[in-house]
């Protein structure tokens, strides 16, 4: 829901944009990102790469919270979680995201990134399955194929989308003259689709074990019957 919240407010923002009114909260040199920004001749929601943004910036800095939180306690309980890929992500995206934060920018990437997390309520569901020893029930198996499916459609599709929206319009975040930590932010949303790629080849892997060990558990009790 905050995604699709963040999405009518960033396309509206757009919209301000066009009609020349709304430029979003000024930022440090204002003079260059105001050029970055000129208004476009007819609604495009690169628009909103840069400028202010009040549900993206609410929700950001809720996910930023959370990511430091949940950094802290994989680094204390890491020699029980082993879970180095998502620390690897944290550092990846917390940077990102206390520094669209600080200049007001990337309000409509926000929209495709939090959108990614859609899969997560079944990631965590497959953990307490996993550690409660269900394995073997068929809503493990479901829970598998439904994060393998969310998964690949939020972050390889929908964030694919996303980086390619995003490099279409470089010239809003990649002139030489603003600062640099822009385009260090785009750099790092693409090495975040590269982990992804990761997690979906673990993910595809865990999948087809677990629709593989329903069959087995299917054909053993057809062959008691």
């Not at 963040?6 to 430029?23: A, F, I």
């Not at 550092?91 to 934060?101: E, G, H, K, N, R």
């Not at 949303?189 to 074990?209: C, D, P, Q, S, T």
Request: aromatic share 12%.
């Amino acid at each position: 829901p905050g995604s699709f919240v963040c999405l009518w407010e960033t396309w509206e923002l757009s919209r301000e944009k066009v009609r020349g009114r709304g430029m979003g909260r000024e930022t440090g040199r204002r003079g260059l990102e105001r050029s970055a920004r000129a208004p476009h001749p007819t609604p495009r929601l690169h628009q909103s790469v840069i400028g202010y943004a009040h549900a993206p910036d609410v929700l950001a800095r809720i996910f930023l919270g959370y990511l430091l939180y949940d950094l802290a306690a994989m680094a204390a309980f890491y020699a029980d979680l082993n879970d180095a890929s998502a620390i690897v992500h944290h550092l990846l995206f917390a940077p990102c995201a206390a520094y669209v934060l600080a200049h007001s920018i990337m309000a409509f990437p926000f929209v495709w990134l939090s959108f990614c997390e859609v899969s997560t309520p079944f990631v965590n569901l497959r953990w307490h399955l996993a550690a409660t020893d269900r394995k073997n029930n068929p809503l493990y198996m479901w829970n598998a194929a439904a994060v393998a499916a969310l998964f690949f459609l939020s972050r390889i599709v929908f964030y694919g989308g996303g980086l390619v929206h995003l490099y279409s319009v470089a010239d809003v975040w990649g002139d030489a003259r603003l600062p640099l930590g822009h385009r260090v932010c785009v750099a790092l949303f693409a090495l975040g689709y590269v982990l992804n790629l990761y997690w979906m080849a673990a993910i595809a892997k865990a999948a087809r074990r677990a629709l593989a060990r329903g069959g087995e558990g299917a054909g053993g009790r057809r062959k008691r019957e």
